[in-house]
């Protein structure tokens, strides 16, 4: 018996839900979620904003682990970047 009233409540609730017209800008909202893209944009740059900032951060610190070498390989940088060893500056 409880769980007829609770089928009867979210058939209610639903029936509430879906029920009148939509207003337009929530029509137009929902039509444009619903078309999938069709194309995609791929924009080609100069640099590569992922190696411009592995460079920088490296010229600012030690990196813990060399989580970005492969990714500066497959770029074709050479690191040049990395800072110094403690032991040169003293």
Request: proline share 3%.
């Amino acid at each position: 018996m409880h769980d007829s009233s609770e089928q009867d409540l979210e058939r209610q609730l639903s029936e509430m839900l879906t029920e009148g017209e939509m207003q337009d800008k929530d029509r137009e909202k929902e039509q444009r979620r619903l078309v999938s893209p069709k194309y995609e944009i791929r924009i080609q740059t100069q640099l590569d904003p992922i190696v411009e900032e592995t460079l920088k951060f490296r010229s600012m610190a030690k990196e813990v682990d060399g989580r970005y070498d492969k990714y500066m390989k497959q770029a074709g940088h050479k690191d040049q970047a990395k800072p110094k060893d403690d032991k040169d500056n003293v």
